[in-house]
C-alpha cells in the first residue's frame, strides 16, 4: 500500500541524494517543478533538494512546504515504479490524499498540481489564526474533554485509535492544553500556526472549488481509500467540491486505514 502523508516532516535538503543517484527520481522531480512553475511561476525542486538556512525557513510555510511535499511524493512514487514495486491500494492523510489521487490514476498530473498550488496559496492566508496539537486519546475521550469548548477548538484529525488532533482558536489550545498537562495526558503542539481541517478554512472552500472547477477526476486505477470519508473512494470522488471538504473536515485517516486492512486482507 503507498501511504501518503500529509504536510510536516520535511527539511531541506530531503531528496539531495536521491536527485543526485536516482535518475527516475530526478526525472519525476524535475518533471513536477516544471509544471508548478507553468502554473504558478516557481519550481518547487529547489526547496526541497539545497539545504540551508533560508529554505528551512521557506518551508514553514504551507504555501512552499505542500507544493514541495507533494513534489516528493511524485517523485518517490516514480522511483518505487522504476524498482518493481506495484501497490494493491493508496491512502493519503490531508494533503497527501493529491498525491494518493494521482499515484491511484484519479487525477492527471497537471490537475494535481492544480489542486495543491490552490490548496497552499489559499489556506496560506490562515496563518496565525490558529494552532494544532496530537493528543494520546481516542478521539471519544478527546470529543468528551472538548464538550465545553464550544466552537474554539475541534478534532481535526483522527491518526490512530489513541491518537488525535485537535485544532483552532491559539489562545483556547493551551489552555486546553494545559489542563489536560495537569491530568498527566501527554499531547504536543504541531509545528504549524494553522488550524487545519478546523472551521477557520470555512471561508477557503468555495474559493478552492471555484479555483478547481475543471479537474476532471478519472476511475481509479487501484482502490483508493478517502481521508475524508474514511471508506473506499467512489466514482466522482476528488472532483473540486472534493477538495474543499479535503480541507475542512477532520482527517478520517485511522478510518481509511481501516478500511484499507478489510478489504484488502479480509
Known amino acids: 500500500v503507498f501511504v501518503y502523508t500529509g504536510q510536516g516532516g520535511l527539511w531541506p535538503g530531503a531528496g539531495r541524494e536521491l536527485y543526485a543517484c536516482e535518475p527516475a527520481f530526478r526525472e519525476a522531480l524535475e518533471d513536477v517543478g516544471a509544471r508548478f512553475e507553468r502554473l504558478a511561476g516557481w519550481n518547487p525542486v529547489s526547496d526541497l533538494v539545497e539545504a540551508d538556512a533560508e529554505r528551512a525557513a521557506r518551508l514553514a510555510a504551507t504555501e512552499i512546504a505542500q507544493p514541495v511535499l507533494f513534489a516528493l511524493q511524485v517523485a518517490l512514487t516514480a522511483l518505487w ?5 506495484r501497490p494493491a491500494a ?14 491511484a490514476g484519479v487525477l492527471s498530473l ?18 496565525g489564526a490558529g494552532r494544532m496539537a496530537q493528543v494520546d486519546l481516542p478521539a471519544e475521550a478527546v470529543a468528551e474533554a472538548l464538550r465545553r ?6 478534532i481535526a484529525g483522527f491518526n490512530g485509535p489513541a491518537s488525535t488532533v485537535v485544532a483552532g482558536e491559539t489562545a483556547a ?3 486546553w492544553l494545559e489542563a489536560l498537562g495537569r491530568r498527566g495526558i501527554v499531547a504536543r503542539r504541531l509545528a504549524v500556526d494553522y488550524a487545519f481541517h478546523s472551521r477557520q478554512m470555512a471561508p477557503f472552500c468555495a474559493p478552492l472549488a471555484q479555483a478547481l472547477a475543471a479537474i476532471t477526476p478519472r476511475p481509479a486505477a487501484l ?3 478517502s481521508s475524508v470519508t474514511g471508506t473506499w ?6 472532483g473540486a467540491a472534493y477538495w474543499a471538504r479535503n480541507i475542512r473536515e477532520p482527517v478520517r485517516f485511522v478510518q481509511a486505514a481501516g478500511t484499507l486492512l478489510a478489504g484488502l486482507f479480509a
Open 110 to 127: 497537471d490537475d494535481a498540481v492544480a489542486v495543491v498550488w490552490h490548496r497552499s496559496r489559499l489556506m496560506q492566508a490562515a496563518a
Open 233 to 238: 473512494a467512489a466514482t466522482g470522488d476528488f
Open 149 to 154: 469548548e464550544g466552537d474554539r477548538l475541534e
Open 173 to 175: 489550545l493551551d489552555a
Open 223 to 225: 482502490p483508493l481509500a
Open 81 to 85: 515504479r522504476a524498482l518493481g514495486l
Open 90 to 103: 493508496a491512502v493519503g492523510h490531508s494533503v497527501g490524499e493529491v498525491a494518493a489521487a494521482w499515484a
